[in-house]
T-cell receptor, first 115, second 110 residues
Framework: NAGVMQNPRHLVRRRGQEARLRCSPM?????VYWYRQLPEEGLKFMVY????????ESGMPKERFSAEFPKEGPSILRIQQVVRGDSAAYFC?????????????FGNGTRLTVT | QKEVEQNSGPLSVPEGAIASLNCTYS??????FFWYRQYSGKSPELIMS????GDKEDGRFTAQLNKASQYVSLLIRDSQPSDSATYLC??????????FGTGTRLTIIP
């Protein structure tokens, strides 16, 4: 019974490169959320997606960041032209489409380091 | 005013005592409330969820909700060193995103 799968676990990028983070939700879950966590800080919401649809992207930076959740395959968080400030842990979470009482189940995260 | 506020701690509690973690939220439309535990370098894991005013108990954990005061708390009885972690309060309005507090770092002293 696989949980939320994120890969890679660790990602090192040089400034200016692109980072692609992948997330496969739990079986039966159709809602995906991305959060960012800086060291010693809380979880900051970035984006909420359903299959082929962005529901809420109010937490996404206006530039360089994008997210998708295609009909087939994992959700992708893409960061273009990374800068040192993008270094953080990025967590994906999923939930079933059953309303507000559904908790989020988190993956193990991707630790992005920009050198 | 932050949407979800928690005392960042650190909160130190002797082993075997009760640890009390508090959280306030600003939006009266909030409907669902969750407590997550996060060990250093790990992902958040769900401990408790609560939706109605009052107490909800699960083993050594009790969640308390007071919607009139916009307050939710987590009590940990018989605290163990393995309870040392950061505890995140999360709030949800309808089917929207979970909004997290910054977390309270709890240390259980043997």
């Amino acid at each position: 019974n696989a949980g939320v799968m994120q890969n890679p676990r660790h990602l090192v990028r040089r400034r200016g490169q692109e980072a692609r983070l992948r997330c496969s939700p739990m079986k039966g879950h159709s809602h995906v959320y991305w959060y960012r966590q800086l060291p010693e800080e809380g979880l900051k919401f970035m984006v909420y997606l359903q299959k082929e649809n962005i529901i809420d992207e109010s937490g996404m930076p206006k530039e360089r960041f994008s997210a998708e959740f295609p009909k087939e395959g994992p959700s992708i968080l893409r960061i273009q032209q990374v800068v040192r400030g993008d270094s953080a842990a990025y967590f994906c979470a999923s939930s079933p489409p059953t309303g507000s009482r559904s908790p989020l189940h988190f993956g193990n995260g991707t630790r992005l380091t920009v050198t | 005013q932050k949407e979800v506020e928690q005392n960042s701690g650190p909160l130190s509690v002797p082993e075997g005592a009760i640890a009390s973690l508090n959280c306030t939220y600003s939006d009266r439309g909030s409907q669902s409330f969750f407590w997550y535990r996060q060990y250093s370098g790990k992902s958040p894991e769900l401990i408790m969820s609560i939706y109605s005013n009052g107490d909800k108990e699960d083993g050594r954990f009790t969640a308390q909700l007071n919607k009139a005061s916009q307050y939710v708390s987590l009590l940990i009885r018989d605290s163990q060193p393995s309870d040392s972690a950061t505890y995140l309060c999360a709030v949800r309005i309808g089917n929207e995103k979970l909004t997290f507090g910054t977390g309270t770092r709890l240390t259980i002293i043997p």
